[in-house]
């Protein structure tokens, strides 16, 4: 990672409050999404602006799940929900979203943007994920 860059490092999915990626998950369970993130020393200590995002899809039912974040996905870096140069994003999908997706094949595509214009952008996409039947 060099001073000026920032980049996604991956988004996964995984059971709430694991340390470990999954990509099973039953119907009538939860998903966490993570995004993690990473920025060079020097564009950290400039306080520059970023948004990250994602988008959870159902790729059999050909539409978008909702999710809830755990906090703020966009602001300057050095502020409180960017502190240092490495940086996880917690997104949250309730039970009550799975419901009816059972054999369902999913996947999330994340970005990231920065700056106020003539953005520098970055995304990723997690491995597939099945809601089991």
């Known amino acids: 990672m060099g001073p000026n860059d920032v980049e996604l ?3 996964f999915t995984r059971r709430p409050k694991s340390s470990i990626a999954d990509v099973t ?3 009538s369970g939860e998903i966490e999404i993570v995004l993690e993130a990473e920025c060079g020393s020097t564009l950290l200590g400039g306080g520059g602006k970023y948004q990250a995002e994602i988008i959870v899809r159902d790729i059999t039912a050909n539409n978008n799940i909702p999710f809830k974040t755990a906090g703020p996905t966009k602001g300057s870096f050095m502020d409180a929900n960017w502190p ?3 940086q996880k994003f917690v997104y949250h999908v309730e039970p009550s979203a799975l419901k009816g997706r059972g054999g369902h094949l999913c996947q999330v595509y994340a970005y990231l943007l ?5 953005f520098d952008a970055d995304f990723e996409t997690s491995e597939l994920f099945l809601v089991e039947p």
């Open 9 to 11: 490092v991956r988004v």
């Open 25 to 27: 998950f039953e119907a």
């Open 84 to 86: 240092q140069e490495d």
């Open 114 to 118: 920065v700056g106020l214009r003539n």
